[in-house]
């Protein structure tokens, strides 16, 4: 699986993310700091990356524009870089399993 993770959520989830052998940047990583959500929307469109978000935005731009790339939508409130950690390793085959299953919006709570 290949993640594309948006700004609201630490670059570290990334490298967390890698660690477990997936495929994962984040955008400031990529050098899409304070880029809109058409840049990072046609970023992961192109690279076959689904964007992992906190942020409903995507989720409408979807709706609007439903050939998109799958959105991981994370409805978790704040939280410590570990407990978000241990929170989307015990999530991750659901969110995958979807993602496999054809689903284009997974919304995580």
């Not at 990529?30 to 959500?37: H, K, P, Q, T, W």
């Not at 790339?69 to 999530?91: C, D, H, Q, Y």
């Amino acid at each position: 699986m290949r993640y594309l993770v948006d700004a609201q959520l630490p670059p570290a989830l990334a490298r967390f993310l890698s660690g477990l052998e997936r495929q994962a940047e984040h955008v400031v990583d990529i050098g899409l700091a304070g880029a809109n959500d058409s840049t990072i929307w046609s970023q992961a469109v192109s690279t076959g990356a689904a964007i992992i978000t906190k942020d409903d935005d995507f989720v409408k731009r979807h709706y609007l524009i439903a050939d998109g790339p799958p959105i991981v939508w994370i409805r978790v409130g704040n939280t410590s870089n570990a407990v978000l950690f241990v929170w989307f390793e015990k999530m991750l085959p659901s969110i995958e399993s979807a993602l496999l299953s054809g689903e284009k919006v997974i919304e995580v709570v």
